[in-house]
C-alpha cells in the first residue's frame, strides 16, 4: 500500500542547532515533494518544493534533500529558533500533480 | 488579495442535519481541495478540482458531496452528518504545485 512516514514523535532541540525532520515514502513516484508547516489552529502553509530531478533545495535556513532511490527527503532548519516550533508536513504529489497528499508530520519544539 | 477563504469557521450539527462548507479563492487557481485533520491522522484528501465543472475523488470520500460550478468556488455538503464527520477541515488552492490553504472550518456533530 501506498505510505508516506513522519516522525510521529515530537522532536526536541536546542535554540541554534540544526533540527533534522524524515520523509519516507513507499510505493509513489512523485515528480515533487513539498513541505509545508502549520501552527495550532491555522491552516499549512507552504515552505518548499523540490522536483524528483533536484538533489538539494535550499531557502534562507531551510535546506531540503530529496533522494529518489531511498523513497526519502530530509527537511533541514539551521541555526534553529523558538519561533520555528511547529508542526512540519511533508507532501507529495500523486497521479502527476492532480492529488497532494500528506503526512501525518512532526511536532518540532525548539528551546530556548 | 484575501487568498482562500472557508465559510462557516465554526459549526455544531446533529446526527442526520446536512450542511454546506464554502471555499473561495480569489487566485485564479485552477486546482482547488477539500482535506480534513483529525489528530494523529494528518491531512486527508477529499475531494479535489482540477478545473471548473470538474471534480475528483480523493482518499476518502465516502458521506462527502462537492461542487465547481465556478473557478473561484469550492463547496463541500455533508448530507447526512455523522460523529464520525466530527473534524476540522481545510480548502486549499493551487495553481498547480504548491497550496495555499484557508484557515480551516471546525465541525462538531453531536
Known amino acids: 500500500s501506498q505510505k508516506i512516514e513522519q516522525n510521529s514523535e515530537a522532536l526536541n532541540i536546542q535554540e541554534g542547532k540544526t533540527a533534522t525532520l524524515t520523509c519516507n515514502y513507499t510505493n509513489y513516484s512523485p515528480a515533487y515533494l513539498q513541505w509545508y508547516r502549520q501552527d495550532p489552529g491555522r491552516g499549512p502553509v507552504f515552505l518548499l518544493l523540490?522536483?524528483?530531478?533536484?538533489k538539494e533545495k535550499r531557502k534562507e535556513r531551510l535546506k531540503v534533500t530529496f533522494d529518489t532511490t531511498l523513497k526519502q527527503s530530509l527537511f533541514h532548519i539551521t541555526a534553529s529558533q523558538p519561533a520555528d516550533s511547529a508542526t512540519y508536513l511533508c507532501a507529495l504529489d500523486h497521479t502527476g500533480g492532480f492529488k497532494t497528499i500528506f503526512g501525518a508530520g512532526t511536532r518540532l519544539f525548539v528551546k530556548a | 488579495n484575501a487568498g482562500v477563504t472557508q465559510t462557516p469557521k465554526f459549526r455544531v450539527l446533529k446526527t442526520g442535519q446536512s450542511m454546506t462548507l464554502l471555499c473561495a479563492q480569489d487566485?485564479?487557481?485552477?486546482?482547488m481541495y477539500w482535506y480534513r485533520q483529525d489528530p494523529g491522522m494528518g491531512l486527508r484528501l477529499i475531494h479535489y478540482s482540477v478545473g471548473e465543472g470538474t471534480t475528483a475523488k480523493g482518499e476518502v470520500p465516502d458521506g462527502y458531496n462537492v461542487s465547481r460550478l465556478k473557478k473561484q468556488n469550492f463547496l463541500l455538503g455533508l448530507e447526512s452528518a455523522a460523529p464520525s464527520q466530527t473534524s476540522v477541515y481545510f480548502c486549499?488552492?493551487?495553481?498547480?504545485?504548491?497550496?495555499?490553504f484557508g484557515e480551516g472550518s471546525r465541525l462538531t456533530v453531536l
Open positions: 486549499a488552492s493551487s495553481p498547480p504545485g504548491e497550496l495555499f
Open positions: 487566485m485564479n487557481h485552477e486546482y
Open positions: 523540490i522536483r524528483e530531478n533536484e
